[in-house]
């Protein structure tokens, strides 16, 4: 007997413009992921990115973000979208002074944080594509679902 396949819906049958989607989710984190009508995955992409973004920005008193400085970094947070470019430009021009408005153990995590908000939208991009492409193999949030797993339905 053939297993089941599970009813999973493609993205390839709802045409979906994945260039598109890709677009819109690094524009705003998660907004691919709405476009390609998978609504709670954006919901939770965009809470979690946009969260970790702020709390990025909120311990380090708004200074995590800094192409000067921290050309390397600014490359990863800009991964998360162009509010990067825009708070980068918008920044005081004479720099920050780091242990008298702000404590550098404070910008430093803010910094890794805004970072890592950056590369984690990336992968969220990524899957995105991924799940396009390849609609009926299991990924990250399908393992804990049996029949992905086993091939077989669950009884």
């Known amino acids: 007997m053939t297993p089941r396949v599970p009813n999973i ?12 989607a890709m677009a819109l989710g690094w524009l705003v984190p998660g907004l691919g992921h709405f476009y390609a009508r998978r609504q709670l995955h954006g919901l939770f992409y ?3 990115i946009a969260g970790l973004y702020g709390a990025g920005m909120i311990v380090s008193d708004g ?9 390397w970094y600014f490359l990863c947070q800009l991964m ?24 550098v153990m404070a910008h430093q995590t803010g910094t890794v944080y805004a970072a890592v908000a950056g590369v ?3 992968i969220v991009i990524c899957e ?3 799940r396009h492409v390849h609609p009926l193999e299991p990924g990250p949030s ?3 679902r049996a029949d992905a797993i086993t091939g077989k339905e669950a009884a």
């Open 120 to 122: 984690l939208n990336l």
């Open 80 to 103: 998360a979208g162009p509010a990067s470019i825009v708070i980068d430009y918008l920044r005081h021009p004479e720099g920050i002074y780091l242990g008298e408005s702000i404590s």
């Open 128 to 130: 995105l594509y991924r």
């Open 46 to 48: 965009f809470v979690m």
């Open 9 to 20: 819906p493609r993205m390839a049958e709802r045409k979906v413009n994945i260039w598109f």
């Open 63 to 71: 200074t995590s973000i800094n192409a000067t400085d921290h050309f």
């Open 142 to 144: 399908d393992t804990m």
